[in-house]
């Protein structure tokens, strides 16, 4: 029990850090460090220990930043997985093979992927994008949906 309430805090943290960090004032906040940081250096004549708090400080920001960031990715990439599994599952059409699909081997990747460029490649000769993905078809599919079916 005590394992996943650590799990939690730091998901949630993890998910308000990057958040932050991503933000225009993190970014303002770094690089005001940074100009001030090059202002002083000749206040310290460019010494060694000036030249060692810039990168020391950004060795252990990073280095910190990877877990925080990977954590979050790896939480958005299950979502999206998620989601995409939910979509193939209530498609009818779809193949459930596709379920998942990122826990196959590359060689395996590579043969489905080759199917759908065929598909692609046989799609485009029929019907160019500009009818495949056009206003008219837009209009209409959304007319189908609210219509149900």
Known sequence: MKNKSVAHWFDQFSNKV?????????FMIALGVVIVWAV???IFRYSDTWQLVINTGTTIVTFLMVFLIQQAQNKDSMAVHL???????ATQKASD?????EDISEEELVVIQKYYLKMAELSKKK???????SIEQAIKRVDEKFRGG
């Open 18 to 26: 990057t958040r932050v960090t991503g933000s225009p004032l993190a």
């Open 40 to 42: 002083t250096g000749p």
């Open 83 to 89: 989601k995409l599994n939910e979509l193939i599952s």
């Open 97 to 101: 093979y596709l379920i998942a699909i």
């Open 127 to 133: 019907a160019g994008v500009d009818q495949t993905h």
